[in-house]
T-cell receptor, first 113, second 112 residues
Framework: DGGITQSPKYLFRKEGQNVTLSCEQN?????MYWYRQDPGQGLRLIYY???????QKGDIAEGYSVSREKKESFPLTVTSAQKNPTAFYLC????????????FGDGTRLSIL | SQQGEEDPQALSIQEGENATMNCSYK?????LQWYRQNSGRGLVHLIL?????REKHSGRLRVTLDTSKKSSSLLITASRAADTASYFC????????????FGKGITLSVRP
């Protein structure tokens, strides 16, 4: 079955710690995205990548970093600079960017210890 | 920045009734998409309607788009308890490098 796998499902971060959220897709999609979802806020774009070894900042990139070394993988690191990281993080992919539906993983819920 | 605004914020109906949800947006778009999200899960794509289309159907779903009013509606006919979820509209804005901008969502409850 093709799809997007996010791991872990739940993650806890200690003060001053960086944590990395995994996102893997086997849909052979070129474009991948990271969103943050807070209650009542809808989805906000953190970073996106149109192709391997290339990515751009979204609307709320501060305190986050990404890499796109392989087509299938787009990990998100939540750094200690992100002072309010508690949220539901969603990864998505699309065949290419623009005029395409996005396919989503089942999310990672990040909380502060 | 959020472009789409859904209306109402919450909707509760009886099984078998129709559910109508609306979305308004501010700038010109390439397309508008509707997604469903069950509690604690990722979003599932429902339907994409391009700016030159006025109506689209998929099973029990009917989507309309009025670019002159910058609005869209999603109609779910003969609703089922399994339709209970949050529904989001997302716009693919022209000049925005084809990023999607999501609204805050509508919570639909279908009572058995």
């Amino acid at each position: 079955d093709g799809g997007i796998t996010q791991s872990p499902k739940y993650l806890f971060r200690k003060e001053g710690q960086n944590v990395t959220l995994s996102c893997e897709q086997n849909l052979n999609h070129d474009a991948m995205y990271w969103y943050r979802q807070d209650p009542g806020q809808g989805l906000r774009l953190i970073y996106y990548s149109q192709i391997v070894n290339d990515f751009q900042k979204g609307d709320i990139a501060e305190g986050y970093s990404v890499s796109r070394e392989k087509k299938e993988s787009f990990p998100l690191t939540v750094t200690s600079a992100q002072k309010n990281p508690t949220a539901f993080y969603l990864c998505a992919s699309s065949i290419r960017q623009g005029n395409q539906p996005q396919h989503f993983g089942d999310g990672t819920r990040l909380s502060i210890l | 920045s959020q472009q789409g605004e859904e209306d109402p914020q919450a909707l509760s109906i009886q099984e078998g009734e129709n559910a109508t949800m609306n979305c308004s947006y501010k700038t010109s778009i390439n397309n508008l998409q509707w997604y469903r999200q069950n509690s604690g899960r990722g979003l599932v794509h429902l339907i994409l309607i391009r700016s030159n289309e006025r109506e689209k159907h998929s099973g029990r779903l009917r989507v309309t788009l009025d670019t002159s009013k910058k609005s869209s509606s999603l109609l779910i006919t003969a609703s089922r308890a399994a339709d209970t979820a949050s529904y989001f509209c997302a716009t693919d804005d022209t000049g925005a490098n084809s990023k999607l901008t999501f609204g805050k969502g509508i919570t639909l409850s279908v009572r058995p």
